[in-house]
């Protein structure tokens, strides 16, 4: 029996309701969305995960294109592309995690892999309307291809990881990569590590410093296809859980990289990770509540349909312990629709209802891809006046706060997804049958969960700095000072 027949009632499945944010129409295509999604999960991943997990043990590069194709053409390639670029962005961050959680009550391994598309979309998004035609276009143009196109995002290296991604601790980060300002663009050289989709990526949004010893002041972001001379992948990594979803090693030898494919000025790179993540960390949150909601659905099918598990159902430990996983599911989910509807609707997703930021989205595309008008909304002009909107906006504090919220939901999603997955294959013991292996991968897939996004400890800091002391990241603060200075040095850290 398969844990499509469960009763509704009886699902670990989020229950919508009408809220100030979330009302009418956006409410009914969101449940539609997601009824679409939770049938892709269940019909198209779940019944292939264990034999993808399987075949990327022997095979760590392999890719699913058939399942991404299939996702791709239900829209989950196209979650946070902006209405200009061919998407419908409104709520991004709540729809995002949302279906994350879907997803990965299938196989985690997928949700991870649509994620990190949606996390190398994320600096073009951020980096402001002359990124949202070319590459977002032709990426949300590949939905009906057999193989659409894939995006990756590169921040993490082997000597730079949890620091990179924290807007204090990346002062005194170990990075080797650096960007050298050349003619007509920069030259990049140095290596990403762990990056998910990094071997069939086409395009890679990549975050490098111009001075790794001042990655702080110095560091921005980079579009780089993966036919441009230079660029190889150098290693697959052999997983031990969410298989599905391929991470490499990315070599990048003194790739060129032309000025309309520089993302944001020096400085800009540590307020946009931090952007990326406050967005991205929510849809962690929802990833991990579908595993542990994935192996909850599972054992409850097992104990309730097979004879092996005669009996276990009527004890009390049992049936306290079913209890508290349901909690522990309903507690996470909370944290993460907590903080995606607080990105969507007070940090930078609210952005999007800005009427300047509209109003760039309207132009003509003809007059956006044209290489004059890029240049002058890549400008410092434009960055300044869509930098101002930021800060009013949003400010230091909402997005110190959005982050904190983020963090706090992968957090608890990572543990949640850990504990949860324990206790099942603890209930379901050594004679499960078929049950086992399925279980064993979700607790596999379940410890990614703790540890990119930044790791559980790193994103507690955060909860602590955002919540617990109420420290600001004062990023912006320091970009909007800068950019009022008149003596032309470049602003430190500018978000769009
Ligand atoms: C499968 C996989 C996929 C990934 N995908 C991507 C991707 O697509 N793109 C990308 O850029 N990156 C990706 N990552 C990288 C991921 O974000 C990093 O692994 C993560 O940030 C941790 O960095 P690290 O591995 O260097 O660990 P380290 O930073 O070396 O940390 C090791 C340990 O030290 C602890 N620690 C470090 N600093 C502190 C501190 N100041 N205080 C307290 N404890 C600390 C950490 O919590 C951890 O327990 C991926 C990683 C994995 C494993």
């Known amino acids: 029996m398969s844990a499509t027949t469960l009763d509704p009632l009886r699902e670990a499945v989020p229950r919508l309701i009408d809220h100030p944010q979330l009302h009418g ?241 020096p400085g800009d790179g540590t307020p946009m990770v931090a952007g990326v993540l406050a967005g991205s960390r929510p849809v962690v949150g929802g990833i991990a509540t579908g595993i542990a909601r994935g192996a909850y659905e599972r054992l409850l099918d097992w104990l309730e349909n097979d004879p092996a598990a005669a009996g276990l159902l009527d004890r009390q430990q049992v049936q306290i312990s079913l209890a508290k996983m349901y909690e522990a599911i309903h507690v996470s989910r909370q944290a993460y629709l907590d903080a995606a509807t607080e990105f969507d609707a007070v940090s930078l997703g609210k952005l999007f209802g800005n009427s300047l930021v509209k109003a760039f989205g309207r132009m003509p595309s003809a007059v956006r891809t044209n290489a004059l008008a890029h240049r002058r909304l890549n400008s410092d002009l434009s960055r300044r006046l869509l930098m101002q909107v930021v800060n009013r906006e949003v400010g230091d504090d909402l997005l110190t706060q959005s982050l904190a919220m983020s963090s706090l939901a992968k957090a608890r999603g990572g543990d949640t997804a850990m504990w949860v997955t324990g206790l099942a294959l603890e209930i379901a013991g050594l004679e499960c049958g078929s049950l086992r292996p399925e279980l064993e991968k979700c607790m596999r897939d379940a410890k990614l969960c703790q540890i990119y996004e930044g790791t559980n400890q790193l994103n507690r800091l955060e909860v602590f700095e955002g919540l617990v002391a109420g420290q600001s990241m004062h990023v912006l603060g320091d970009a909007v000072a800068g950019m009022s200075t008149s003596n032309g040095s470049t602003p430190k850290g500018a978000v769009v």
């Open 25 to 265: 129409r956006q409410l009914d295509s969101l449940s539609e969305m997601i009824a679409k999604t939770r049938k892709f999960a269940r019909e198209s991943i779940r019944p292939r995960a264990l034999e993808l997990d399987r075949i990327a043990d022997i095979d760590p590069g392999h890719f699913p294109w058939d399942l991404a194709a299939e996702g791709a053409k239900l829209g989950l390639l196209n979650l946070i592309t902006p209405r200009p670029s061919g998407g419908d962005v409104d709520y991004f961050c709540l729809r995002a995690s949302l279906l994350a959680e879907e997803i990965a009550a299938g196989c985690a391994g997928m949700a991870t892999l649509f994620g990190a598309h949606a996390l190398g979309l994320t600096p073009l998004v951020v980096g402001g309307p002359a990124f949202w035609d070319g590459v977002m276009k032709d990426v949300a143009a590949s939905k009906d291809d057999v193989r659409p196109t894939i995006m990756a995002c590169a921040i993490t290296e082997p000597t730079a990881g949890t620091d990179v991604e924290h807007h204090e601790l990346v002062r005194t980060a170990k990075l080797v990569s650096r960007a050298v300002k050349v003619e007509g663009g920069y030259r990049i050289s140095g290596v990403k590590h762990f990056i998910s989709n990094g071997n069939v990526a086409r395009w890679i949004t990549v975050i490098m410093p111009e001075d790794p010893k001042n990655p702080y002041e110095t560091t921005l972001g980079f579009l780089v296809g993966n036919d441009s001379p230079g660029f190889s992948v150098t290693k697959v990594e052999h997983k031990m859980g969410q298989r599905s979803s391929p991470a490499a090693e990315l070599t990048f030898d003194d790739v060129f990289v032309p000025n309309d494919r520089v993302i944001g000025r």
